[in-house]
Nanobody
Framework: QVQLVESGGDSVQAGGSLRLSCEAS????????MAWFRQAPGKEREGIAAEGVAPETTKYADSVKGRFTISRDNAKNTLYLQLDRLKPEDTAVYYC??????????????????????WGQGTQVTVST
């Protein structure tokens, strides 16, 4: 049974930093396209970062590019998202997701939630002014 468990969400002031973790069980992160999505109240889910299995296959939404960094530690079977220079508009529930289909992480394609098979329960990030 696959499980993705996010942690690291918190309340921070604008300009601050957080690191989110997503610990996977039941799958090997080294074989999966892994991604982070977020959903703010009243808004649609947004794909913000993804990392494929092959080198140089990371991609970011314009809203977070240059501020967020996705990474993984396959030895720990864990995906990370480093959030820097946080803004109030980054307030959302953050979810990690995984798919065995590498096309989900192709840099030239948009990040689509319907292409991901496994999801975590989410972790709340709140950024205040």
């Amino acid at each position: 049974q696959v499980q993705l468990v996010e942690s690291g969400g918190d309340s921070v002031q604008a300009g601050g930093s957080l690191r989110l973790s997503c610990e996977a069980s039941g799958l090997a992160t080294s074989n999966y396209c892994m991604a982070w999505f977020r959903q703010a109240p009243g808004k649609e889910r947004e794909g913000i970062a993804a990392e494929g299995v092959a080198p140089e296959t990371t991609k970011y939404a314009d809203s977070v590019k240059g501020r967020f960094t996705i990474s993984r530690d396959n030895a720990k079977n864990t995906l990370y998202l480093q959030l820097d220079r946080l803004k109030p508009e980054d307030t959302a529930v953050y979810y990690c997701a995984a798919t065995a289909y590498g096309s989900g992480c192709f840099p030239w394609r948009p990040l689509r939630g319907d292409e991901f098979d496994y999801w975590g329960q989410g972790t709340q990030v709140t950024v205040s002014t």
